[in-house]
């Protein structure tokens, strides 16, 4: 390649030696085509390779991967590499829907994990807040940085919300600490399609919680049912009802008042 007015140009060159009579080379006669275009368009291909091969095994993750945190860890990773960055972070929105907590961590300081942020508190909190993707071209310097925040390292950072059916559950950033500016369309393309596939994760892995949760449950009925209709001796009744009880819910006292 060569580089002429700070453009980069890929060439493709054939050189023939030239020689006098005797044997000595006395020149090169050289041919030169300009392949940038095509090297261009190889490189775009190449991203693309990379960005379906992630796509693919992220999806294959969500189908067999069951462990929530691991699953969210390595579609934070993929995004991080795909973009070319270091850093990357995954917060959830707490049932209480006012509280934002960082739960997973792509090469961030540990003590950030667990970190809190109302809706409207930094990055994310605006992005949970709006609904809508943020990149801040230095974090740095932006007014707008949570406290927590105040003294890392992050220069461009680039956030996505994680929504299912329109509701927000979360935010996925993505930091870099090396360079400042804009992400590109193509990489905020990317980043909004792992958002996607994260929220997919999280629902996937919420319902079948709620779905084992429901089974417990309806276990546990059928099981009290049968030892009313097995006994009719009220303290043995009492003792199946606080044993079936307390083997799916976790309480310090339990008590039954007639």
């Known amino acids: 390649y060569q580089i002429i007015d700070g453009e980069v140009s890929w060439v493709h060159t054939l050189k023939t030696p030239q020689y006098a009579p005797d044997g000595r080379i006395i020149g090169v006669q050289g041919m ?10 190889e490189d775009v291909l190449a991203q693309r390779t990379r960005e379906m091969a992630a796509l693919y095994e992220t999806a294959l993750d969500i189908n067999t991967q069951i462990d929530l945190h691991t699953l969210l860890q390595s579609i934070v990773r993929r995004a991080a590499e795909l973009l070319g960055t ?4 995954l917060y959830l929105l707490k049932p209480d829907g006012e509280t934002l907590e960082l ?20 990055l994310s909190g605006q992005i949970a807040q709006s609904g809508e993707p943020l990149q801040i071209e230095d974090y740095q310097a932006w007014a ?3 406290t927590v925040y105040a003294n890392t390292l992050f220069r461009r950072v680039l956030g996505m919300p994680l929504k299912v059916g329109g509701r927000i559950i979360g935010v996925i950033n993505i930091s870099d600490d ?5 992400y590109s369309e193509d990489q905020v393309r990317l980043a909004a399609l792992l958002a996607d596939h994260a929220a997919i994760a ?6 079948l919680d ?12 059928n099981r009290i049912a049968r030892a009313i209709g097995a006994t009719l ?11 079936e009880v307390t083997r799916v819910m976790a309480a310090e006292a339990f008590f039954v008042a007639l």
């Open 32 to 41: 030169f085509w300009d392949v940038t275009e095509r090297k261009r368009a």
């Open 86 to 89: 270091r850093m990357g972070g």
């Open 233 to 243: 001796n009220l303290a043995d009744l009492l003792e199946i009802i606080y044993r």
């Open 202 to 207: 999280i629902e996937k892995v919420r319902l």
């Open 144 to 146: 707008g940085r949570a």
């Open 210 to 221: 709620e779905t084992m949760q429901r089974a417990e449950r309806l276990a546990l009925l």
């Open 178 to 182: 090396q360079r400042t500016g804009r």
């Open 103 to 122: 739960v997973v961590g792509h090469n961030l300081p540990a003590q950030y994990l667990g970190t809190r942020l109302k809706p409207g508190e930094g």
